[in-house]
């Protein structure tokens, strides 16, 4: 009977104690914040909120890309572990801009979870204009944003849509069927 519960107490100080996954956090990947990110070089994307400060930090793991949004270096507002197919879509377009019809080109990265799709957009005006990044939240089903803010540019660190080491990331991800956030210009 004692070997029984030795044995028990192991297995359960095992699995209390032994959990080595990391804690994902909203961090930014400026020098001095990158030293308190325990997760930097996993990080693939990050930026900051211009209005309320909050940061979207992207992280890659065994294939999956890892959403966290909130209060950097503080625990998350929202975590979502994007599965390729599953609940992490990409999608593309380009729109004519202007009386010379140059073409700005869009890339959305998709998160979804049970009510909420999250999209995270570049548009990329190729020095016409300044680049943007926006983050927008839809309710499943719904064409109109429930929540729509720009990233400050001077915060972005981007390695998914304008990095070369992970430039395979995009085409790795299946496009999403639903484009009711691709806006229609």
Do not use: H
């Not at 625990?75 to 999608?91: C, D, M, Q, R, Y």
């Not at 204009?129 to 001077?154: H, M, Q, T």
């Amino acid at each position: 009977m004692k070997k029984i519960i030795i044995f028990l107490l192991l297995v359960l100080s095992v699995c209390v104690f032994g959990k080595t996954e990391a804690q994902y956090k909203p961090y930014l990947n400026l020098k001095s914040e990158a030293n308190r990110n325990p997760n930097v070089n996993s990080l693939v994307f990050s930026g900051q909120m211009e209005e309320n400060g909050k940061v979207v930090s992207i992280y890659k793991k065994n294939g999956n890309l890892i959403y966290v949004y909130g209060i950097e270096g503080e625990k998350p507002e929202i975590t979502i572990v994007g599965v390729a197919g599953k609940n992490l879509f990409s999608n593309y377009g380009k729109w004519a801009i202007g009386e010379n019809y140059d073409k700005i080109k869009a890339n959305f990265l998709v998160f979804k979870n049970a009510n909420y799709t999250y999209v995270l957009s570049f548009y990329d005006a190729k020095g016409k204009i300044a680049n943007r990044y926006i983050l927008e939240v839809y309710k499943r089903g719904e064409c109109c944003p429930v929540f729509s803010k720009d990233l400050d540019n001077f915060t972005i660190y981007d390695e998914i849509f304008t990095g070369t080491a992970n430039k395979d990331i995009l085409n790795k991800i299946p496009e999403d069927s639903d484009e009711s956030y691709v806006p229609q210009i």
